[in-house]
C-alpha cells in the first residue's frame, strides 16, 4: 500500500470546483433508465450513451474529476476503439470501479438489505488496477422504517453493523491493491420518515462505519466518504428547507466524519437535479469544515442529459449541452459559488 498515492488520488477526486460522475449503473438499473426514453439498453447504445457523456469536453476537463465505471464500461471501447478508460484519463479524470455486487435481501430481516461481494474482491481488485481504475465505490443501502417494504422499525442494528462492516473490509482490500475506497452507506429518502429520523439514522449509521474502519485497520487519508444528505423521507408531508438540509447535514458530518478524510462527495439519491445542486451550494457557503464537500452525482447529472438525448443520435449535441450545464452548475456549487441566476442563464 502506497498511502502518499492514495491519498494524491483522493485529493485530486475532490479538487475544488470539481466532482465525481457517477456512470456505473448495473446492467440493470440503465435498462430502467432507458426504459424511462423509450431506448432499448443493448451494449452498443450503452457505450454510445457514455461515450457521449465522455466527450463532453468542458464537463470532462474542468468540472469532472473522476468517472465511477459498472465492469462491462470499464472494458469497453468508444467507436472509433479508443478505450473508454484512455477517454476519461485523456481529459485528466481519474478511472474508478464499482465493484460491489449489489444489495441482496438479509435473512431474518425483511425490507433490509446487505450489500455483497468480498468474496474473491482481492483478486478483482488487482485486474481493475491493471485496467486503470484508481478508485473504486460500494454502497451499501439502510432503509428507513417504510411500512411498504419493512416489518417494524428499521433499520436494525444488525442491518446497519452488517453493512458497515462489509464496508470497511472492502476498503481495506482497496488499500492493500493501491486503490482509493468510496465508502457509500447510503440512507434512503423514499419513504414517509421526517428530517429528524434521517438525521438520527445517518448519525448512528457514521459513527459505526467510522468505528469499523479504524477496526479494520483503513488509513482515512486515502479514502472518500459519499453519504446521502440529511433530509425527509419523500413521501413525508412535511419539507425542511435547503438552509435546513444544508445546516443539518453540516452537522452530522462534523460529529462523525474525522477530518483526516480529505473529501467527502454526495449521492444525488433521486433529488430533484436542481435541488441536489442547491443543498450542496448551501452546505458550502456554510463552509469551516475540514473536508472538500462535492458531489459524485449519478442521476442529478445525467438526468436531463438522457432526456436532450432520448437514445437519438441527432440529439448529441444538446445532451451535451445539457451535462456541460448541469456539471458546470455542480462545479459551482462544490465551492458555494452557484445562484439561480446562473442556473437560468443557462
Ligand atoms: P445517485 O446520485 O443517482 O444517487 O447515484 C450515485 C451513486 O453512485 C449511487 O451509488
Known amino acids: 500500500m502506497n498511502i502518499e498515492q ?8 475532490v479538487t475544488p470546483g470539481q466532482g465525481l460522475l457517477a456512470a456505473d449503473e448495473s446492467t440493470g438499473t440503465i435498462g430502467k ?4 426514453i423509450k431506448t432499448k439498453s443493448t451494449f452498443d447504445r450503452r457505450r454510445d450513451w457514455r461515450e457521449m457523456l465522455f466527450r463532453t469536453e468542458d ?6 474529476s ?5 465492469d462491462e464500461t470499464i472494458r469497453q471501447s468508444a467507436a472509433d476503439g479508443t478505450s473508454l478508460v484512455e477517454l476519461i484519463k485523456s481529459h485528466d479524470a481519474l478511472p474508478g470501479i464499482k465493484v460491489d455486487m449489489g444489495a441482496k435481501p438479509m435473512a431474518a430481516r425483511r425490507g433490509e438489505t446487505i450489500t455483497e461481494g468480498l468474496d474473491g474482491l482481492r483478486d478483482r481488485l488487482k485486474e481493475y488496477y491493471e485496467l486503470g481504475a484508481r478508485f473504486a465505490k460500494w454502497r451499501a443501502v439502510i432503509e428507513i422504517s417504510n411500512p411498504d417494504i419493512a416489518d417494524g422499525v428499521t433499520p436494525s442494528w444488525g442491518a446497519i453493523k452488517a453493512n458497515t462492516h462489509a464496508l470497511a473490509r472492502y476498503a481495506a482490500l482497496c488499500q492493500e491493491a493501491n486503490i482509493v475506497p468510496i465508502v457509500e452507506p447510503e440512507v434512503l429518502m423514499g419513504g414517509y420518515h421526517g428530517i429528524q429520523t434521517c438525521h438520527d439514522v445517518t448519525e448512528n449509521v457514521l459513527k459505526t462505519l467510522y468505528s469499523d474502519l479504524y477496526e479494520q485497520g483503513v ?3 486515502g479514502t472518500i466518504l459519499k453519504p446521502n444528505m440529511v433530509v425527509a423521507g419523500k413521501r413525508c408531508p412535511v419539507q425542511p428547507s435547503v438552509d435546513e438540509v444544508a445546516e443539518r447535514t453540516v452537522q452530522v458530518l462534523k460529529e462523525c466524519v474525522p477530518s483526516a478524510v480529505p473529501g467527502i462527495a454526495f449521492l444525488s439519491g433521486g433529488q430533484e437535479n436542481v435541488a441536489a445542486t442547491e443543498n450542496l451550494n448551501a452546505m458550502n457557503q456554510i463552509g469551516g469544515f475540514p473536508w472538500n464537500l462535492t458531489y459524485s452525482y449519478g442521476r442529478a447529472l445525467q438526468q436531463s442529459a438522457l432526456f ?3 437514445g437519438k443520435d441527432e440529439n448529441y449535441d444538446a445532451a451535451q449541452a445539457a451535462f456541460n450545464h448541469r456539471a ?3 462545479g459551482l456549487a462544490s465551492m458555494g459559488e452557484w445562484s439561480n441566476e446562473l442556473e437560468q442563464a443557462g
Open 308 to 310: 436532450a438525448w432520448a
Open 6 to 13: 492514495l491519498n494524491n488520488v483522493a485529493v485530486k477526486m
Open 219 to 221: 488509513i482515512l487519508e
Open 33 to 36: 433508465r432507458f426504459d424511462s
Open 328 to 330: 458546470r452548475m455542480n
Open 59 to 64: 464537463a470532462m476537463r474542468n468540472h469532472i
Open 66 to 70: 473522476g468517472v465511477i465505471l459498472y
